[in-house]
């Protein structure tokens, strides 16, 4: 068993278009599964068991793949011709992987959708175009696509989500959550309490158990964040370039705000009685005050946009 582990396992490099794989190998507790499948669809399910196991069909126009492991580091790579030669008739892959719960897991794919659940010790995955699809991963997770969405539920750990042309759905995150969409809308109900998040030209709501460092910036869109509860010494940050903004704050609130808007933006605040004063000169406008102390902080400025501040 150990030399199977240890040594390099090397199945058929050659197959037939669109041939059945069933192939299954001993793997490392705790190493690192690297995966490539250029096209199709992929389901990979994590499970106790130190074992690598996939079946399916391949794509059409594969020309073989490699299954090994050396060291801690299984590979399973779909062969494919150069890209010259690809069309587009989408007979990609269609695959069901297992793989151990402890191993880390690296995809990485072209015209490929992908769903991932239960892994715990981080995931990778980078497409161009196709959806991703993750439930109940842990630790460093790490989810890239160009022209694709993304659906998230129970991350938990340092969490990275990257779009282009996709939109972000992210649900029961936890940990350290970073964002960033362009041309793609963000939907986000957390229970992170450190979030970072830039967009360009896409609409952004989230909703916020606690936060301790929340950081956002935006261009072209309309964005609606509630927070339930603001920890001590938070700190929040917004900066946008055109758009709407309503920030919903918890009744107990206890922060100091300094508040600024530019070039024709405005401010509407609902929070207290504090008015909002014009600049001397140019339309610049701004507003400072506390909401019940100084526990947290917040600062927003806005070009050409619009902020409100307003109560749960």
Known sequence: MKAIILGIALLPMAVFAGEKIEQQIEVPNGGVIHIENQRGNVNIMGWEKNQFKVSGELDDKAQGYTLKTQGNKTQFIVKMPDLSNWDNNNNGSTLTIF????????????????????????????????????????????????????NAKNLSGKVQFETVNGAIDDQQSNGDVRFNAVNGNIKSNSTANDIRLENVNGDINLTFDAIKELQISTVNGEVEVRINRLLSDADVSFE???????????????????????????????LTSDQVQKAKYGPASGIKFNANGTDASVEMNTISGTIGLKRQ
């Open 99 to 150: 793989m151990p719960q402890s191993s880390a897991l690296e995809y990485v794919g072209v015209n490929a959708s992908v769903t991932a659940k239960e892994l715990k010790r981080g995931t990778e995955i980078d497409v161009v175009n196709g959806a991703i699809t993750v439930n109940d991963l842990n630790g460093d997770i790490k989810l890239t696509s160009v022209n694709g969405d993304i």
């Open 240 to 270: 946008s370039v055109s758009g709407n903004a309503e920030f919903y704050f918890p009744a107990d609130l206890s922060a100091q705000f300094e508040v600024q808007a530019h070039a024709g933006g405005k401010i509407d605040n609902q």
